[in-house]
C-alpha cells in the first residue's frame, strides 16, 4: 500500500502533486559525512537522483491511490514538476510517469518510458553585497522559470 501524501476522503481538491520543492540540505549533509566536505563534483547527479526517485515515488502513489496497482499500466500520464534549491542555485526538472507496473507478469514487451526533463544547474546570482542588501550578476533566465513553474501551479 502506498499512499500520495494526503487521505482522500480529506483532500479538498489539493489532491495532485504538481510541484516538488527540495532544498540543497542532501548535497551539503553528503558531504560532510562521506568526506567532511571534499567535492566529489558529482552535485548534479545527486540532485537530479533526487528529482528522479521523489517524483517516481510520488507519482506512483498517485497512480495506487488512482486505481492503477503495479500490476496495471497505467492508461495516461502522470506529470509532476520538481524544484531544488539552496536559494542561489536553482535545478527546475518535469518528470511524466508512463508506466509503473514492474511485476514480471504484467510488464509489455517495450513498455513506454519514463521521462524526465532537466534544466541542469543554474545561478539565479553571483554575489551578495550585505553593505546595500544587493544581488550581482541576476540570471533573468532563472527567473522566467521560476514564473513559469508558478503560472503551471
Known amino acids: 500500500m502506498s499512499l500520495p501524501g494526503f487521505w482522500p476522503s480529506r483532500s479538498d481538491g489539493f489532491d495532485f502533486p504538481y510541484l516538488i520543492g527540495h532544498s540543497r540540505e542532501l548535497q551539503r549533509a553528503r558531504q560532510a559525512q562521506v568526506a567532511e566536505g571534499r567535492d566529489f563534483g558529482d552535485s548534479e547527479e545527486v540532485v537530479d537522483g533526487a528529482a528522479i526517485t521523489s517524483a517516481f515515488a510520488w507519482l506512483c502513489s498517485l497512480a495506487n491511490n488512482l486505481g492503477f496497482t503495479l500490476y496495471d499500466h ?26 509503473h507496473a514492474f511485476h514480471s507478469d504484467v510488464t509489455l514487451a517495450s513498455p513506454p518510458p519514463n521521462i524526465c526533463w532537466s534544466s541542469g544547474e543554474l545561478k539565479l546570482f553571483e ?13 533573468e533566465e532563472v527567473l522566467k522559470l521560476i514564473v513559469k513553474v508558478r503560472v503551471a501551479i
Open 127 to 139: 554575489g551578495f553585497s550585505e553593505e546595500d542588501g544587493t544581488l550581482t550578476g541576476v540570471n
Open 74 to 99: 497505467l492508461t495516461y500520464p502522470l506529470v509532476t514538476q520538481v524544484v531544488s534549491t539552496d536559494g542561489q542555485r536553482w535545478a527546475f526538472h518535469v518528470y511524466q510517469l508512463n508506466d
